[in-house]
């Protein structure tokens, strides 16, 4: 047992904008009526997902424009968005194609021109409220409402639906999946262009408590967070195989049944806060990504990646829990052929805990023939008999500080006992379950099988020996000393993404060399980052938080809270490779 000193809460204070801050819905709409002395145009635009029963009520109420124009309007119906996103939607229940499309594929031309000449021709106050309404008139006012991910997907289960849909009742995986690959894809497309436009910036992640900033202060705070080291929002969710080591670590709701996941290091799901005088404004960290790419990710990154984040950092507690889904994610050429995705799901295992039965299920074994092996699968999932995982597949014994290396294409999984700090490149979402155990999940649902898609992918020539040389705690001390020790413990060279452990009693000197870091405190209680020519603030780092480093930082230090006392701590660190 120990007492958790995981922040869940961690921000960015930004200071010098204490009266750009505004709460409740009297004060923002004042704060958007005074901003002009001509104000005959509000624009409020929104990220879809905001509640417009509760955000445009409440402003209409307070503002009691002379005409309310509605951006949903332009939009085809419903069904008809439907249609046009039907070949990226798919059957599957969830993974579809990525959108690369603009919010301009599902918007009525002649709509749009309808709703411009109705501004012109307005007379008194108007309001232009929805997703996509700057695309009408930016207006002498332009308000961004924006809501986070998480938020976005906890309101599907509680039944919202998607954009102009009346599938309240649907399934939440194919609520998320029309989100993930076409909703957001169209709305972040739409949004960031309207960054240095915007003159306000609302936070509606609090049911009917709004926060809203200016939208300079705004640009302030993801400036800063783009130039020092910050935390992202973590969030936590439970599972049929979810464990009991996160609720003592991170400090949650010892009452729920367990936690199996969490995201702390996800810019494409978590949020970031920011702190101006005494209010706190939660925005997507996609925002900062799209904001300041180049700052973040630096030129090389960018130039490869895009705007996108390429590595990921989350949790995956089995710890007195069940285990994993045996599964596979796909080789880059099938990601990119059938699921439009320009690079794959390479991954890692670090080990952060581990009790006694605890492993990883890795590579096939030596003599495993394929053809009986998907037999046995398509088999089991048909109940007819149990899948013997233990016949085909190696199972390795895992212990703290392992690190188990997964190249795309390798059959993988944890087992119970297990607590696994996952390392990966962002698509996260393409994992072929081969095998889960005769689970339901916790809708009662049948977990989705993709055998037929894993059976493509599967790279059986990663069998015992290769994997056991390849894939297994392949680590290289680069440098030792008597309280200093950096070792490569990954990834493998078929990805893209290299991990450092670094063991230390003192101060350390880091850099960035050009891209974005990301890293974990693995052992020890607390350090400190800190910049060795004061452009930024200390950083304090608890055990097991993960915190991102921008390019553009370079030299960095990390040091335990208290060297006098000479115990060590461990940082695993993680980069994309030159």
Known sequence: MRRSNYNKYPETIVYGFENEVYT?????VNAIVNNKEKNKCIVVDCYPGVDD????????????????IYSEDIFYEGDKLTKLMEKNLTDDRVRGVMYYGSIMDFIDISKLEEAKKNVDNSQGLTLIYGFGASLISKGTTLVYADMARWEIQLRYRKGMPNFKQKNYDEDVLRKYKRAFFIEWRIADKHKEKLYEEIDFYLDTNTANMPKMVTGRALLAGLDKV????????PYFDPGVWGGQWMKEV???????????????????ENSIYIRYGDVRIESPAMNLVKYKPKELLGEKNYSRFGAEFPIRFDFLDTMDGQNLSLQVHPITEYIKNKFGMMYTQDESYYILDSKDGGGVYLG???????NEMIKDLEIAQEGKVKFDADKYINLFPAKKHDHFLIPAGTIHCSTANCMVLEISATPYIFTFKLWDWDRVGLDGLPRPIHIED?????QWDRRTKWVEENLVNNF????ENENYKEVKTGLHEL???????ITSSKETLHNTDGGVNVLNLVEGECAIVESIDGKFEPLEIHYAETFIIPACVGDYTIKPIKESDGKCIKVLKAFVRN
């Open 226 to 233: 783009s130039k020092q080291p910050f935390r992202l929002v």
């Open 454 to 458: 894993g059976k493509q992918v599967i």
């Open 495 to 501: 990805e893209f993404i290299e991990t450092r452990v």
């Open 476 to 479: 290289e001390v680069l440098e």
């Open 250 to 268: 991170c400090g949650l709701d010892k009452d729920e049944e367990n936690f199996a996941w969490s995201f702390d290091g996800v810019p494409e």
């Open 24 to 28: 409740g819905y009297k004060d923002i």
């Open 364 to 370: 096939v074994k030596e003599d495993v023939s394929p």
């Open 53 to 68: 029963t509760e955000v445009l009520n409440s402003i209409a109420e307070e503002l009691s424009p002379d005409k309310i």
